[in-house]
Every structure is written in C-alpha cells, then in structure tokens.
C-alpha cells in the first residue's frame, strides 16, 4: 500500500493518516506499529531495498559469465531506483538518518546484500585476472549505479532538459552504463 501511494503521489503522500485510510486501517494501529511517518518511511526503504537486491543478486546469479551484455542487472537496477519515485524516497532517509537512529537489523540486512552483491561482481573480477582490486572496483561500480540512478531520479526534471535530453535518453543512458560495466566485467576485458 505504500508503495503504491509512493509511486503514485510521492514523499507527501506517505503520512500515516494517509496511508492507514487508504488500507481502511485505524490510524492508531499504523502509529502504534511504525511510532511515525518517518518510522513508515524508513521500514518502506528498508523493505525496498531488501527485494530490491534480492532480484539483482537473483538476476546476476544467473548471468552468462561469457555473454557480451553482463551489465542487465544492472540496468535493472538502475531504473528501480530512479523511478517510481524511489530515489527520492531514499535520499531523503539519507538526509534525515541524523535525526533518527538508524534500524541495526535493517541495515545490517542491507549491508548482508550489498556484501554479497560485491562478493558476486569481485568473483567475476577476479576470473579476469583482476586480483587484489577486484572487491574495491566491484565496490566502485555498485557505487556508480546506486549513485547514478538516485541522482537521476532527483535530479531528473532538472537535469535532463538542461543536458537536451528527454525521458527515452534516460533509458538510453541506463543501457549504456550497463553496457560498459558489461564489458568491464566480461571475460578478455582489460582489469
């Protein structure tokens, strides 16, 4: 229900009065079990970005190491966390972390999938021949996407239109990042 009222009216519609009437819920039950919007907020990203990795960790599983277009998942990844209204979500938990402690099993859930993500992108490195740098460039290169797709999607009614691109360039722009990681990662590439 969130998520759908997320995508649909974006941050301001993630109050718990709205959220509790739309699922036809007492606005004391959603208050007693997140204690605030922020709190609803936070379990949101939370919740999103567990599935989230858990597709691309799925989705990257399952890649040919030797195929040309390696970089799908991350593609996918990309345009999860730039639309929908996703990026803006996470960037304000990010900007607002200082006034909240941080939920421990969340993160540390989080930091499990990240860890494992890396894990995955540094083993194909290392088939390369990428050595002792392969977790830190695999580090680099998840850096590279999340940051790049939480930008555009804050940024992209901004941004776009003053670089004269359009929505269909953003798809355009996502593909290619994939592409070049792709070959980055594929077998023959230079480490």
């Known amino acids: ?109 989080t930091a499990d999938r990240f860890d494992h993500l890396v894990g995955l992108i540094a083993g194909r490195l290392r088939q390369r021949g990428a050595g002792a740098q392969a977790d830190r460039t695999a580090r680099y290169i998840v850096l590279l996407v999340i940051s790049s797709a939480i930008g555009l999607g804050v940024a992209r009614d901004s941004l776009l239109p003053q670089l004269a691109l359009s929505g269909k360039d953003e798809a355009g722009f996502a593909r290619w990042l994939s592409d070049v990681i792709g070959a980055h990662l594929s077998p023959g590439a230079a480490p």
Not at 84 to 108: F, K, N, Q, V, Y
Request: net charge negative; hydrophobic share 50%; charged share 20%.
């Open 1 to 109: 229900m969130a998520e759908r009222r997320l995508s649909a009216h974006g941050l301001s519609g993630l109050a718990i009065a709205d959220v509790a009437a739309e699922a036809g819920m007492s606005h004391g039950t959603l208050l007693h079990h997140f204690g605030s919007s922020e709190g609803m907020r936070s379990a949101l990203v939370a919740r999103m970005a567990e599935r989230l990795l858990d597709e691309v960790l799925v989705l990257e599983s399952q890649a040919d190491p030797a195929a040309a277009g390696m970089g799908d998942f991350f593609e996918r990844l990309f345009a999860q966390l730039s639309g929908g209204g996703h990026a803006r979500l996470i960037a304000w938990m990010m900007l607002s972390r200082d006034d909240e402690p941080a939920d421990a099993g969340a993160m540390t859930a």
